[in-house]
């Protein structure tokens, strides 16, 4: 059952990277895309807030200041619609130069066998990798890894530090 | 047969407690971090008996005292008290069965060391069984032996505790027909300190846990330690290339590492094949993780899998004619089976919502597994030909049970009070050891094979 969710997200995702359509950038009201926002190298943003258009350093800085840890539920490695918006901030400084690379490291909670978590925290780093190629990030911009259980952020052993730990990273 | 008997301490065991804890506290208490084991529960149906301690062994100790701690450990018998003894004979010419007898002993190990030139020490041991000693004998006629085993052998002192496991396994062998695990070796990953200053360790240590080796040490993750079936080699996960996640291959009497897969993405769960010349391994170069086939000469690869749900912690079965393998194909993870021969793959898994990291007991009739039920993992154990699943333990972060090669014991990975350590079950769920290590975390062990022939050990007869 879940797979089929994931798997029909992960089709979604594609076909809006085939089609140009925005499937979630519509979620976002703070910053006006251009609706063939898949052009490469021609993004047009708007500033989040009151800092108008930003390009250069000032968008390296905004997207090295973003959120940049993004949470999972359990056994789920789909990205949620909150973190969709969070992560254009990412994919637009991405977007700037194809020399510009981000590490994507998945992680999960210590339930479970290490080896499936290992294959799991990929399947999330995954996931937001492919949230940042729809919106123009190129594949060969980004480094895809899993730690799986073994590097937790929190070392408790219960739901509140499990909920800490099942999560992917981007790092400059 | 009721896999989850709850077997209360017995009188026996507390009451030799005391005698018994005093002799294992000698050489469990060690300043350095090595496994230390507690019985925590046992057969009532341990058979009774007694390991006298060797007359002269003195330069070799501990020796009685492994020996009677090997069989201890196999849950199958119930050592007696070094005080509770009538009489310490070195040769079964010279014992007084009635004595024995009268304390409910079936067999008595006796025995007696005797030191040679150049450190050099001559062993030799006898297997005394009681009602054959007390046996009425017709007039006239030879008494029968009372003596069911009996070897001698020269050894260099180095190799006492070496040659105590294999005296208990030749023991445990000839009073049970099973083979003993007493001379085997277990793997394990240790982490010690933490954040800034954590190692990962793999360590080999026998399997009464004595004697740790380190393998392998790395400021990176160390997983997935997997043996090769001739005990030379050692599979294992290392990320010590971050960002690679890579599989690498020890040689154990040199150190020697080999890189055997260092695709793009990742490269874990490595598995052996039965004849030791493949590697079964997770790899996701492809896209998503999926088994192949590493050819370790021609460094072929054959791929297993072609689905994009998560595919790993394959395993063979011991006649090399099927893999076993988890996957979450089905909507979450559930262990399947897929034939060589007809490159058929089936679901073996039905109980529970989670099943993975499954292993084939050696005689191929068995799997054991990590088996969720209501949100708590534990290690289970399923019948290949009737699907029925039987849960082994009960505490709630079971995971990485690796079988003995005798297929009596399993060891695995657990949480006490949330730190890792190692416990072991055996195969009916009946006795459970600890074994808890004094600093850091323990964790994913892997059970040697049965070594073939044992250096340094030789039979003078």
Same mark, same amino acid.
């Given at each position: 059952?879940?797979?089929?969710?994931?798997?029909?997200?992960?089709?979604?995702?594609?076909?809006?990277?085939?089609?140009?359509?925005?499937?979630?950038?519509?979620?976002?009201?703070?910053?006006?895309?251009?609706?063939?926002?898949?052009?490469?190298?021609?993004?047009?943003t708007?500033?989040?807030?009151?800092?108008?258009?930003?390009?250069?350093?000032?968008?390296?800085?905004?997207?090295?200041?973003?959120?940049?840890?993004?949470?999972?539920?359990f056994?789920?490695?789909?990205?949620?619609?909150?973190?969709?918006?969070?992560?254009?901030t990412?994919?637009?400084?991405l977007?700037?130069?194809s020399?510009?690379?981000?590490?994507?490291?998945?992680?999960t909670?210590?339930?479970?066998?290490?080896?499936?978590?290992?294959?799991?925290?990929e399947r999330r780093?995954?996931?937001?990798a492919?949230?940042?190629?729809?919106?123009?990030?190129?594949?060969?911009?980004?480094?895809?890894?899993?730690?799986?259980?073994?590097?937790?952020?929190?070392?408790?052993h219960?739901?509140s530090?499990?909920a800490?730990?099942?999560?992917?990273?981007?790092?400059? | 047969?009721?896999?989850?008997?709850?077997?209360?301490?017995?009188?026996?065991?507390?009451?030799?407690?005391?005698?018994l804890?005093?002799?294992l506290?000698?050489?469990?208490?060690?300043?350095?971090?090595?496994?230390?084991?507690?019985?925590?529960?046992?057969?009532?149906?341990?058979?009774?008996?007694?390991?006298?301690?060797?007359?002269?062994?003195?330069p070799?100790?501990?020796?009685?005292?492994?020996?009677a701690?090997d069989l201890?450990?196999?849950g199958?018998?119930?050592?007696?008290p070094?005080?509770?003894?009538?009489?310490?004979?070195?040769?079964?010419?010279?014992?007084?069965?009635?004595?024995?007898?009268?304390?409910?002993?079936?067999?008595?190990?006796?025995g007696?060391?005797?030191?040679?030139?150049?450190?050099?020490?001559?062993?030799?041991?006898?297997?005394?069984?009681?009602y054959?000693?007390?046996?009425?004998?017709?007039?006239?006629?030879?008494?029968?032996?009372?003596?069911?085993?009996?070897?001698?052998f020269?050894i260099?002192?180095?190799?006492?505790?070496?040659?105590?496991?294999?005296?208990?396994?030749?023991?445990?062998?000839?009073?049970?027909?099973?083979?003993g695990?007493?001379?085997?070796?277990i793997?394990?990953?240790?982490m010690?300190?933490?954040?800034?200053?954590?190692?990962?360790?793999?360590?080999?240590?026998?399997?009464?846990?004595?004697?740790?080796r380190?393998?392998a040490?790395?400021?990176?993750?160390?997983?997935? +330690? @997997? /043996? &090769? #079936? =001739? %005990?030379?080699?050692? *599979?294992?996960?290392?990320?010590?290339?971050?960002?690679?996640?890579?599989?690498?291959?020890?040689?154990?009497?040199?150190?020697?590492?080999?890189t055997?897969?260092?695709?793009?993405?990742?490269?874990?769960? +490595? @598995? /052996? &094949? #039965? =004849? %030791?010349?493949k590697? *079964?391994?997770?790899?996701?170069?492809?896209?998503?993780?999926?088994?192949?086939?590493?050819?370790?000469?021609?460094k072929?690869?054959?791929?297993?899998?072609?689905?994009?749900?998560?595919?790993t912690?394959a395993?063979?079965?011991?006649?090399?004619?099927?893999?076993i393998?988890?996957?979450?194909?089905?909507?979450?993870?559930?262990?399947?089976?897929?034939?060589?021969?007809?490159?058929?793959?089936?679901?073996?898994?039905?109980?529970?919502?989670?099943?993975?990291?499954?292993?084939?007991?050696?005689?191929?009739?068995?799997?054991?597994?990590?088996?969720?039920?209501?949100?708590?993992?534990?290690?289970?154990?399923?019948?290949?030909?009737?699907g029925?699943?039987?849960?082994?333990?009960?505490?709630?972060?079971?995971?990485?049970?690796?079988?003995?090669?005798?297929?009596?014991?399993?060891?695995?990975?657990?949480?006490?009070?949330?730190?890792?350590?190692?416990?072991?079950?055996?195969?009916?769920?009946?006795?459970?050891?600890?074994?808890?290590?004094?600093e850091?975390q323990?964790?994913?062990?892997?059970?040697?094979?049965?070594?073939?022939?044992?250096?340094?050990?030789?039979?003078?007869?």
């Amino acid at each position: 059952m879940q797979s089929n969710v994931v798997k029909l997200v992960v089709v979604a995702i594609m076909m809006s990277t085939f089609t140009g359509c925005a499937l979630f950038g519509k979620k976002d009201t703070t910053s006006s895309k251009t609706d063939d926002g898949q052009t490469q190298g021609s993004v047009e943003t708007s500033g989040i807030g009151e800092s108008g258009t930003l390009s250069g350093t000032a968008l390296e800085e905004q997207a090295k200041k973003t959120k940049n840890v993004f949470y999972f539920d359990f056994d789920k490695s789909i990205v949620k619609d909150e973190d969709q918006t969070v992560l254009q901030t990412h994919a637009q400084y991405l977007a700037e130069s194809s020399s510009k690379n981000a590490h994507i490291i998945g992680h999960t909670d210590e339930r479970g066998t290490p080896e499936y978590n290992l294959a799991l925290g990929e399947r999330r780093a995954k996931a937001i990798a492919e949230v940042l190629q729809t919106q123009g990030t190129k594949n060969g911009q980004l480094t895809i890894t899993s730690y799986g259980e073994e590097a937790p952020a929190a070392e408790g052993h219960d739901e509140s530090a499990w909920a800490l730990n099942r999560r992917a990273e981007v790092m400059y | 047969m009721n896999y989850l008997a709850r077997e209360s301490v017995s009188k026996i065991w507390i009451a030799s407690a005391c005698s018994l804890a005093m002799t294992l506290m000698l050489f469990f208490s060690n300043p350095h971090a090595e496994l230390v084991i507690e019985i925590t529960r046992g057969y009532d149906s341990a058979r009774p008996i007694a390991i006298v301690p060797f007359e002269g062994e003195a330069p070799l100790d501990p020796f009685s005292s492994v020996i009677a701690n090997d069989l201890h450990r196999s849950g199958r018998f119930q050592p007696l008290p070094l005080d509770k003894m009538p009489e310490r004979p070195a040769r079964s010419s010279a014992m007084n069965f009635e004595g024995w007898q009268k304390l409910g002993m079936e067999h008595v190990i006796i025995g007696r060391v005797k030191p040679l030139p150049f450190q050099q020490f001559q062993v030799i041991f006898e297997l005394v069984d009681i009602y054959k000693g007390l046996k009425p004998v017709e007039p006239n006629a030879v008494p029968p032996s009372p003596v069911l085993l009996s070897q001698e052998f020269i050894i260099h002192a180095s190799n006492a505790r070496k040659l105590a496991h294999q005296i208990s396994d030749l023991i445990y062998e000839k009073l049970t027909g099973e083979q003993g695990i007493a001379s085997t070796k277990i793997a394990y990953v240790s982490m010690i300190g933490s954040k800034a200053t954590k190692e990962y360790r793999l360590e080999v240590a026998d399997a009464d846990g004595f004697s740790p080796r380190i393998a392998a040490r790395s400021a990176r993750t160390i997983m997935s +330690p @997997a /043996w &090769s #079936p =001739d %005990g030379t080699r050692i *599979a294992y996960v290392s990320f010590q290339k971050w960002p690679k996640v890579q599989v690498l291959v020890q040689t154990l009497a040199t150190g020697t590492l080999e890189t055997v897969a260092s695709y793009p993405g990742l490269n874990t769960a +490595p @598995a /052996w &094949s #039965p =004849d %030791g010349k493949k590697l *079964a391994l997770t790899l996701s170069k492809d896209g998503n993780t999926e088994i192949y086939i590493l050819d370790l000469a021609t460094k072929a690869l054959q791929r297993i899998t072609h689905d994009e749900a998560i595919e790993t912690e394959a395993n063979w079965s011991p006649d090399g004619s099927q893999l076993i393998f988890t996957s979450d194909r089905g909507g979450s993870p559930q262990i399947y089976q897929y034939h060589f021969a007809t490159g058929t793959t089936q679901r073996v898994t039905f109980e529970g919502d989670y099943n993975g990291r499954g292993r084939f007991t050696s005689d191929g009739s068995r799997i054991i597994m990590v088996n969720r039920q209501k949100g708590q993992f534990h290690i289970a154990v399923q019948e290949m030909e009737s699907g029925a699943l039987f849960t082994l333990t009960d505490s709630t972060f079971d995971e990485s049970p690796s079988v003995a090669p005798n297929g009596r014991m399993i060891l695995y990975a657990t949480k006490q009070q949330g730190k890792g350590v190692l416990s072991a079950v055996s195969i009916d769920g009946r006795v459970k050891l600890s074994l808890p290590l004094q600093e850091g975390q323990v964790r994913e062990p892997a059970w040697g094979p049965i070594p073939h022939g044992i250096s340094g050990v030789s039979p003078s007869l």
